[in-house]
């Protein structure tokens, strides 16, 4: 697609399992983020990919988060023993790093999100 | 890090302008960015505004920034029922710290 695509769009759990949530960037963007949205919240900065460099992980709130990213493409955010306040909207964003179409080179582009959902 | 802070709501008649402000700390942000939220979808991005800029305009929207006070500003003229939205200003370079948007009414 030509868009971020992000998947599941909603995923409920119960509290103490693992969740996989995934993300695909714009094909050709080498940057990756992630954001968590919390209910009537602005938009907490998680962590970001560059190309090979190793991600800045500053944003995690725990060791119980962590993410990958692949092939520098596919991402994917897993949170190990779910808590019920790790229940918000996980948002992924892409960015080219280069500049396009005169717009600046960081111009992040979001997926919809995945609504997650811990009981 | 950065901070940004926006007013949380704001309402307005179909057909008004609209003006959402926007605070920031970090004088050495590069960019500003307006971007809009509708239910259920992601973050659409409105327009940005490089950090050497006073004001831009992109048909409807115009950006405001003043860099001595650090504030940042949107308006929407002629303002539609389909403006409605939440509205989040982000500042940064490559990590972005965003506003807990401004939620925006457009009454008919």
């Known amino acids: 697609g030509a868009g971020v695509s992000q998947s599941p769009s909603n995923k409920v759990t119960e509290k103490g399992k693992d969740v996989e949530l995934r993300c695909d960037p714009i094909?050709?963007?080498?940057?990756l983020y992630w954001y968590r949205q919390s209910l009537g919240q602005g938009l907490e900065f998680l962590i970001y990919?560059?190309?090979?460099?190793?991600?800045?992980k500053s944003g995690l709130p725990s060791d119980r988060f962590s993410a990958e990213r692949t092939g520098g493409s596919v991402s994917t955010l897993t949170i190990q023993r779910t808590q019920q306040e790790d229940s918000a909207v996980y948002l992924c964003?892409?960015?080219?790093?280069?500049?396009?179409?005169?717009?600046?080179?960081?111009?992040?582009?979001f997926g919809a999100g995945t609504r997650l959902s811990v009981l | 890090g950065e901070d940004v802070e926006q007013s949380l709501f704001l309402s307005v008649r179909e057909g008004d302008s609209s003006v959402i402000n926007c605070t920031y700390t970090?004088?050495?942000?590069?960019?500003l960015y307006w971007y809009k939220q509708e239910p259920g979808a992601g973050l659409q991005l409105l327009t940005y505004i490089f950090s050497n800029m006073d004001m831009k305009q992109d048909q409807r929207l115009t950006v405001l920034l003043n860099k001595k006070d650090k504030h940042l500003s949107l308006r929407i003229a002629d303002t539609q029922t389909g403006d409605s939205a939440i509205y989040f200003c982000a500042a940064g370079f490559n990590k972005f710290y965003f506003g807990s948007g401004t939620k925006l009414n457009v009454k008919p």
């Open positions: 964003a892409s960015s080219p790093d280069a500049i396009a179409g005169g717009w600046p080179k960081n111009i992040q582009y």
């Open positions: 990919f560059q190309g090979n460099s190793a991600p800045d």
């Open positions: 094909s050709g963007h080498t940057a």
């Open positions: 970090d004088s050495s942000s590069t960019y």
